[in-house]
C-alpha cells in the first residue's frame, strides 16, 4: 500500500520518497505528503469506531507498524452557545487528554517505519505529551522541548511516559529554535513540520461527515496555534470533496486569542503586535510556520478569523465547566469564538456549526485554582 506517497517540498517542489526519513527538504522548506488516500464509508461503516477505520487514508504502509490505542471517533454532542444548537467533537477524552493523539499515532507509526529510535519535538505541552506517550507505546527514545513555563501537569505526564524533558527558557519561540539545534541530527517528530502529524488530524473531517450521516457541516470552528487541527481537517475535506462525498468544503473559522494573533493579523493585513502572555497557552504560537497555508485554507472556504479576549476566554471557561465539561483555557477560547461567530456573522437558523473541545482541564489545575480557587 501507498507505493505512491511522495514528500513535496513547497517551496522548491522537490520530490522524496515518502520513506525518506526526513522532516524537511534539502533547501530548508517544509514537505507536504501527496498519495492516493481512499474512503469507501460503506465499508468504513463496519469497522471498530476508532480512526484507524479510515487505514486506506493514513499512507503507513504495513499494519505492523501502526502505534494506536484505539483513539479516536470521539463523541459529537449538542451545546447551546448564544442561543443556537452547535455540536462540539470531544477531544479532550483523548489518551493523552487532548486530540493531539490523533497526529501522534500517525506520525509515531510513521517513525516506526522508518526504523527510527530516537526522536526530538517541541511543543507548548500537549503535543509533548501525545508524542511522549505514542513514544513510550513504540518503545521509541523521546526528548521533548517545552518553554520552561509550561503547566506542571503537562510536565508531569511527559516525564511519566518516560520522555527526557528538555525546559527552555523563554518564550515558544525560543523553545522551537533550541530543537531546531537538536533535530540537525535527529527524527524531529514535529508537529507542525512533519506532514504525517497531518494525516492523523484529517481524520477529525472524517468522522464529523459520518457523524452528520454523510453530511458535511456549513461551518467547522477552530483554535489555532500552529494549526495542526485546522490543516488537518482542511485536507480531511478536501479529500471527501475530491471523492466526491460533499459538494464544498464547510466554512473554516479560525481563533486566536487577542493577545497572540499574527494569523488573525495577516488576514485583515494588519501589522501583527508583538504577543502577549495569554490564558490560551495552547494556541499562543507567535510565529507559525505554515501561517501562509492556514490562510489559504481559511480564505479558500470563505471562513474567517475571530480573536477572543482573556475575559472572554474566562468567562467561556466558567460557563463551560458549568455546563459539566472541564476544558483548557485554549479550548474555551474557542467557545468564545463560537459566541462571536453566531453573534456577527449570523449564519442562517438552520446551519450545522461544528466546534471542537480540544484539551482536558486537568491539564491546567493551576490555572483553574488562580481562576476559581477561593
Ligand atoms: C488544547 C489545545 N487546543 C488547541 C491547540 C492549538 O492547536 P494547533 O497549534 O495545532 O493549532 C493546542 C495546541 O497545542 C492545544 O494544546
Ligand atoms: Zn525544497
Avoid at 24 to 53: H, I, Q
Avoid at 289 to 298: E, T
Avoid at 320 to 348: C, D, F, G, K
Wanted: hydrophobic share 40%; aromatic share 8%; proline share 6%.
Amino acid at each position: 500500500m501507498f507505493e505512491d506517497a511522495r514528500l513535496i517540498c513547497v517551496d522548491c517542489a522537490a520530490e522524496y520518497s515518502a520513506d525518506e526519513p526526513i522532516w524537511r527538504c534539502r533547501c530548508g522548506g517544509m514537505l507536504d505528503l501527496r498519495f492516493v488516500s481512499r474512503f469507501d464509508p460503506a465499508e468504513v461503516a463496519r469497522r471498530r469506531p476508532t480512526m484507524w477505520r479510515y487505514r486506506e487514508a493514513i499512507p503507513i504502509r504495513d499494519d505492523a507498524n501502526i502505534v494506536s490505542m484505539d483513539e479516536g471517533f470521539t463523541p459529537l454532542i449538542p451545546r447551546e452557545i448564544a442561543g443556537r444548537s452547535i455540536l462540539v467533537k470531544q477531544e479532550q477524552l483523548f489518551q493523552t487528554g487532548s486530540y493531539k493523539d490523533r497526529g501522534a499515532s500517525v506520525l509515531i507509526s510513521k517513525a516506526k517505519e522508518l526504523g527510527v529510535r530516537r526522536v526530538v519535538e517541541d511543543s507548548s505541552g500537549n503535543a509533548g505529551c501525545a508524542i511522549a506517550a505514542y513514544c513510550a507505546a513504540a518503545h521509541i527514545e523521546c526528548h521533548i522541548y517545552v518553554p520552561a513555563d509550561t503547566s506542571p501537569a503537562k510536565l508531569a505526564q511527559i516525564v511519566a511516559y518516560g520522555a527526557e524533558l528538555h525546559l527552555v527558557p523563554g518564550s515558544r519561540s525560543d523553545t522551537a529554535r533550541a530543537v531546531l539545534e537538536a533535530a540537525e541530527s535527529e527524527y524531529y517528530a514535529s508537529h507542525s513540520w512533519n506532514p504525517f502529524f497531518f494525516q492523523g488530524t484529517k481524520t477529525i473531517a472524517y468522522e464529523i461527515y459520518e457523524q452528520l450521516d454523510g453530511q458535511r457541516p456549513d461551518a467547522v470552528v477552530l483554535p489555532v496555534g500552529n494549526g495542526t487541527l485546522l490543516l488537518g481537517a482542511a485536507i480531511g475535506f478536501a479529500e471527501l470533496r475530491d471523492a466526491g462525498l460533499i459538494d464544498r468544503l464547510p466554512r473554516l473559522i479560525a481563533v486566536q486569542a487577542e493577545r497572540c494573533a499574527p494569523l488573525a493579523a495577516r488576514f485583515v493585513e494588519q501589522p501583527v503586535v508583538e504577543p502577549q502572555p495569554t490564558l490560551a497557552e495552547g494556541i499562543a504560537i507567535a510565529d507559525p510556520i505554515r501561517g501562509p497555508q492556514i490562510l489559504d485554507a481559511v480564505v479558500q472556504t470563505g471562513g474567517c478569523f475571530i480573536t477572543v479576549t482573556e475575559d472572554e476566554i474566562v468567562e467561556a471557561l466558567k460557563q463551560t465547566a458549568r455546563a459539566a465539561q472541564y476544558l483548557v483555557p485554549s479550548s474555551a477560547a474557542t467557545l468564545a469564538e463560537v459566541a462571536r461567530y453566531i453573534e456577527t456573522q449570523n449564519p442562517p437558523e438552520d446551519a450545522t456549526i461544528v466546534s471542537v473541545y480540544t484539551g482536558h482541564g486537568l491539564k491546567s489545575t493551576e490555572k483553574m485554582m488562580r481562576l476559581f480557587g477561593s
